[in-house]
């Protein structure tokens, strides 16, 4: 069983750093498309800092909405199968 759980912890793990990086991603990119010839180097920096902010909060509420629903499903499912051995 422990096993199954440290599998699980590393799926969860990889699901979260994959969906932080796709979101931050897309929105540096966002950022660099709406902003890019609008903006002088200077600013463009602060741009990039303030591209991180999004991903951020989407990663905060991925864990809180979806990340810990599936961690509780999927933790049940592994102690029951368990047990029933």
Known sequence: ??????????????IIILF????LGCSIFFTMVIFSSRVSGEQAGNL???ALVP???L?????????GKVYDR???AII?????K
């Open 1 to 14: 069983m422990a096993d199954r759980l440290l599998g699980l912890h590393i799926l969860i793990i990889i």
């Open 20 to 23: 932080f990086l796709v979101t």
């Open 48 to 50: 990039m800092v303030l």
């Open 55 to 57: 991903p951020s909060i």
């Open 59 to 67: 990663t905060v509420v991925f864990l809180h909405k979806v990340a």
């Open 74 to 76: 999927l933790n049940g």
């Open 80 to 84: 029951k199968s368990s047990l029933k």
